[in-house]
């Protein structure tokens, strides 16, 4: 197996090892308005986490459009209330909240319901931990395609690794957990 691939392998591996049940970790970083975010205020709504790098040319391009065909669709089925979406940073000195705006843009993201997360790198990397990964490889990011179903409670629910996340499965767990 080539190095990457095992390293990511692991991050998988690990990232999949969490226990579902488990409460969120505080936080409290900036979003792509440059207003601080904290975990506490998307209490009550389920949330659908991921975690990007604006300069990814791999993972993040094809998750980042998923779920913003999920986030379509959900508006569409008039979820969107109930929902939202956040993206964490795993490159915090690259992705401050202009450039995490820009590439919402990119996108077609509707930032009502979607946040683009950054913070001091001590700050940030904290929070990607308690996640389940550890994304940083010397001066290489090395990290899956995780996304973090978590319910309106703060608990974690569920935990994807497809990079090839299906909009109709994915819609499908956010209607469970929204009862």
């Known amino acids: 197996m080539k190095p990457l691939a095992a390293v990511l392998a692991a991050v998988l591996l690990f990232a999949c090892a969490r226990q579902q049940g488990e409460k969120m ?8 308005s440059g207003a601080t975010v904290r975990s506490e205020s998307l209490r009550g709504r389920v949330l659908v986490v ?8 791999e993972a993040c ?9 999920v986030q379509a669709r959900a508006r569409t089925e008039k979820l969107d209330g109930r929902v939202r979406f956040v993206s ?29 997360l950054t913070g001091a790198s001590d700050d940030v990397a904290r929070v990607v931990r308690a996640f389940g990964l550890s994304a940083v490889a010397r001066e290489r990011i090395v990290h899956g395609s995780l ?22 499965r994915l819609l499908a767990s956010l209607r469970k957990l929204l009862g």
């Open 88 to 116: 964490i940073t795993l490159d915090p000195i690259t992705d401050t909240p202009d450039v995490l705006r820009r590439y919402a843009a990119a996108y077609g993201i509707d930032l009502t319901t979607w946040h683009f």
């Open 147 to 168: 996304v973090v179903l978590v319910d309106s409670q703060g608990r974690i629910a569920e935990r994807r690794t497809d990079l090839e996340l299906d909009p109709d």
């Open 25 to 32: 970790l505080p936080f409290a970083l900036v979003d792509q």
């Open 50 to 57: 991921s975690f990007v790098f604006t300069t990814c040319v």
């Open 61 to 69: 391009p094809l998750v980042t459009a998923q779920l913003a065909r």
